[in-house]
C-alpha cells in the first residue's frame, strides 16, 4: 500500500514538524511531501530543507489584511504537492471556512491545551490563572471553527506547584512532540479512534 502524503504548515521553530519527520522516517504509513509556512524565515523551513524535504514559504504579510488572498498563494504549493493529510504544526494564522473547507476531513492540529478548555493564546497562563491541576495538547480534525473539531488525541501533565507559563509550556511540548506522531501513525491508516496519553513524570 502507498504511503500517504503529508504536507506540514509551521509558523516558526517547528519542533512539532520535526517529531512528525522524525516518525515517519522509517516503518510508516505516511511520509512528507511538503513543509509549508506563513514566515520565510521560519526556522523550521531550514531544518526541513537540511533533510531533504520540499520547503515553501508565503509571507502573510504581504497581503496585509487579505486573507483569501493570502490563502490562495498558499494553496499553490499545496495544491502541487498534493498531500492526502495537511498537519497544521505551530502554524498560528487563523484560516478562513474557505480554506479550511478544502482539507477538512484530511487536515489536522494541534493546540497546547486540553480542548475544549482554553481555545486560542496563552493556554499555559490560563490553566495556572485558572489553579487547574492537570493541563496538556490536543490534536483535532480542524474545523472552520477555531481550536475545534472532532477530538483526535488528548495528552495529559500534573500542573506542578511553582509551574510558570514557561516550565509548563515546555513539558507540554514535550508531550506534543509525543502525542502528534501517534496520532499521525493512526490517521494514515484511516484510524481516527482518539488516543488519550498521560505524562510519565505527571
Ligand atoms: C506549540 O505549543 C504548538 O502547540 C502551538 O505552537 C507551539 C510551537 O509549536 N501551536 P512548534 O514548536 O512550532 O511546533
Not at 520547503?55 to 492526502?84: I, N
Not at 498537519?87 to 489536522?108: D, E, N, Y
Not at 480542524?142 to 500534573?158: C, K, W
Not at 508531550?175 to 496519553?197: I, K, M, N
Amino acid at each position: 500500500m502507498s504511503r500517504k502524503k503529508v504536507a506540514i504548515l509551521i509558523s516558526g521553530s517547528g519542533s512539532n514538524m520535526l517529531a512528525l519527520l522524525d516518525d515517519m522516517q522509517a516503518d510508516h504509513p505516511a511520509e512528507p511531501c511538503l513543509v509549508l509556512s506563513n514566515d520565510p524565515a521560519a526556522p523550521g523551513l531550514a531544518k526541513a530543507a537540511a533533510r531533504g524535504i520540499d520547503v515553501a514559504s508565503v509571507d502573510h504579510r504581504v497581503f496585509g489584511r487579505d486573507r483569501s488572498a493570502f490563502e490562495a498563494e498558499l494553496m499553490k504549493p499545496l495544491l502541487a504537492a498534493g498531500p492526502d493529510i495537511v498537519c497544521l504544526a505551530g502554524f498560528m494564522r487563523i484560516l478562513t471556512a474557505g480554506f479550511v473547507s478544502h482539507w477538512q476531513g484530511r487536515m489536522l492540529n494541534i493546540h497546547p491545551s486540553l480542548l475544549p478548555r482554553y481555545k486560542g493564546l496563552d493556554t499555559h497562563a490560563r490553566a495556572l490563572d485558572a489553579g487547574d491541576a492537570r493541563h496538556g495538547c490536543t490534536v483535532h480534525e480542524v474545523t472552520p471553527a477555531l481550536d475545534d473539531g472532532p477530538l483526535l488525541g488528548q495528552a495529559d501533565l500534573e500542573i506542578r506547584p511553582g509551574d510558570t507559563p514557561a516550565t509548563l509550556a515546555a513539558r507540554v511540548l514535550d508531550l506534543e512532540h509525543r502525542l502528534y506522531p501517534a496520532v499521525l501513525r493512526r490517521y494514515a491508516q484511516g484510524d481516527r479512534t482518539p488516543l488519550f496519553l498521560t505524562s510519565d513524570a505527571a
